[in-house]
C-alpha cells in the first residue's frame, strides 16, 4: 500500500505530516512510503533523511499520488490539492469541515475517504492519535514564550542593589491542554499566575501547577433531569465583573477557548482591554476562529490602547520540530488503527473511524453546520 505525505502549501505552515523517525513503522505495516520533495525541509529533515529512513521521494505531483492508497497531512488540502487525491484514497488530516465547505465538497466529488484528527472523540484508545492535545500542549508553551517577548518587562522576580523588581502577572483564561501548558511554562519563567475557567473541575489542575483558580462560587450547579441550571444574569454579571479585574491586574492575557468548528466565545472585552495597563500583552490562542478578545484581528498584531495583541495563527508550526515529531506520530498511529492484515479497513462500527469521518464513497457524513451522520463534540479551553 502507498502512502503518500505531500508538502505542505499553507501560508507560513512549517510542519510536516510524517517524519523520517516514523517512516520505518510505516513501512514495517506493509506500506511503501512516497514522500514530496522538500516536504520536510522546514521542520529540518532533508530528502535525504526521508531516503535513509526507507522512504522515496520525488517532485513528480503526478508520481507522487499515482497509486496511492493513503495521504497524510497537516493542513486541509486546496480544493486543487483535494482534486489530484485518487479516487477511495484515505485521507488523514486537519480537516475543520465546517470552515471548509468547497473542500469538504471537493473530497465527496473525488470519492475520497477524508477522516479529520479534530473530530476523533477523547477516548482511551484514541490518546495516542490526539493531535488537537498534542498541538495545543506546544501552542500554549509558546504563546508564553511570546508574550514575554513583546513585554517590556522581565517576568520572574528580581532582587537588585537598585531595588526588586516584580514579578509579571499572568491571567490565563480556559483550562484545557494549551491552558494548563501556559501555566505551567509561566510557572517556571517566574510570573504569578491566575487562572478562570468554567469547569470548576479543573480547579485541582490549576492549582497543581502554581497557579491561584478564580472561582465564582454558583446559585446552583444542577437543574432538573441532572442537567446543568442555567445561570442568573446575576452570576454572569459577577463573572463579568470578576474577568475584568483580574485582566485589569494582568501584565499578560492568555486566552484559550476554542470550540471546533464553531466561532470562539468573546472572553476579553473592548472595554476590559482598555483598563489593562500600557504595554500589557494578550496573546489569543483562538483567533483562527475569530478570537477570545474582541479586538483581536486574526492573523495579526495590533496595539489597542496601548495594549499588543496577538491574533496568533499556526502557533505549532513556529516550533516545527516537536510540532512535527508529535503529529507525525498522531497521524500515523490512527493510520496504523485503521490497518489489519496487511490493509486499511474502514469500519463505521468503530467509533474512532464513525467520530472523525467527513466524506466517505461520495457522500458528506460531517459539513457546514455539523455532522450529519454520526456526531462527535470536544473542546479545548472553556466555554462561558
Not at 235 to 255: G, H, N, P, S
Request: charged share 20%; proline share 5%.
Amino acid at each position: 500500500m502507498k502512502v503518500v505525505i505531500p508538502k505542505e502549501t499553507a501560508n507560513g505552515e512549517r510542519r510536516v505530516a510524517v517524519v523520517p523517525d516514523v517512516v520505518p513503522k510505516l513501512t514495517a505495516a506493509g506500506f511503501e512510503v512516497w514522500v514530496q520533495s522538500g516536504a520536510g525541509v522546514e521542520a529540518h529533515h532533508d530528502d535525504s533523511a526521508y531516503q535513509e529512513a526507507g522512504a522515496k521521494v520525488t517532485n513528480d505531483t503526478a508520481e507522487l499520488f499515482k497509486d496511492a492508497k493513503a495521504v497524510l497531512k497537516v493542513q486541509p488540502p486546496t480544493p486543487n490539492e483535494a482534486k489530484i487525491i485518487p479516487s477511495n484514497a484515505l485521507l488523514i488530516s486537519f480537516l475543520y469541515p465546517g470552515r471548509n465547505p468547497e473542500i469538504t465538497s471537493e473530497l465527496a466529488a473525488g470519492n475520497v475517504t477524508a477522516l479529520a484528527l479534530e473530530l476523533l472523540p477523547r477516548i482511551s484508545r484514541a490518546q495516542s492519535m490526539d493531535a488537537l492535545s498534542s498541538q495545543a500542549s506546544l501552542s500554549g508553551y509558546k504563546a508564553v514564550i511570546m508574550a514575554a517577548d513583546r513585554l517590556d518587562k522581565i517576568i520572574p522576580m528580581q532582587m537588585t542593589a537598585a531595588g526588586t523588581l516584580a514579578p509579571a502577572r499572568v491571567f490565563v483564561m480556559g483550562a484545557g491542554v494549551a491552558g494548563l501548558q501556559a501555566i505551567a511554562t509561566a510557572r517556571r519563567l517566574g510570573a504569578i499566575i491566575e487562572a478562570f475557567d468554567v469547569r470548576a473541575a479543573v480547579k485541582d489542575e490549576i492549582e497543581s501547577l502554581g497557579a491561584k483558580f478564580i472561582e465564582i462560587p454558583l446559585e446552583s450547579s444542577e437543574g432538573s433531569g441532572g442537567y446543568a441550571a442555567e445561570q442568573s444574569e446575576d452570576y454572569l454579571r459577577r463573572q463579568r465583573e470578576l474577568l475584568a479585574q483580574r485582566v485589569a491586574a494582568a501584565d499578560i492575557v492568555i486566552t484559550t477557548a476554542a470550540v471546533p468548528g464553531r466561532k470562539a466565545p468573546i472572553l476579553v472585552t473592548k472595554d476590559m482591554v482598555s483598563k489593562m495597563k500600557a504595554g500589557s500583552v494578550i496573546i489569543d490562542l483562538a483567533a483562527e476562529s475569530g478570537g477570545n478578545c474582541e479586538v483581536t484581528v486574526p492573523g495579526e498584531e495590533t496595539v489597542f490602547e496601548g495594549v499588543t495583541i496577538v491574533g496568533a495563527f499556526d502557533v505549532p508550526s513556529s516550533v516545527s520540530v516537536h510540532a512535527s515529531q508529535t503529529y507525525s506520530r498522531n497521524a500515523s498511529n490512527f493510520l496504523l488503527a485503521l490497518t489489519k492484515d496487511g490493509k486499511l479497513q474502514i469500519d463505521f462500527n468503530d467509533e474512532l473511524v464513525n467520530a472523525s469521518c467527513v466524506t466517505h464513497a461520495g457522500e458528506i457524513r460531517q459539513g457546514f453546520g455539523g455532522a450529519t451522520k454520526g456526531t462527535n463534540s470536544s473542546s479545548e479551553g472553556i466555554q462561558p
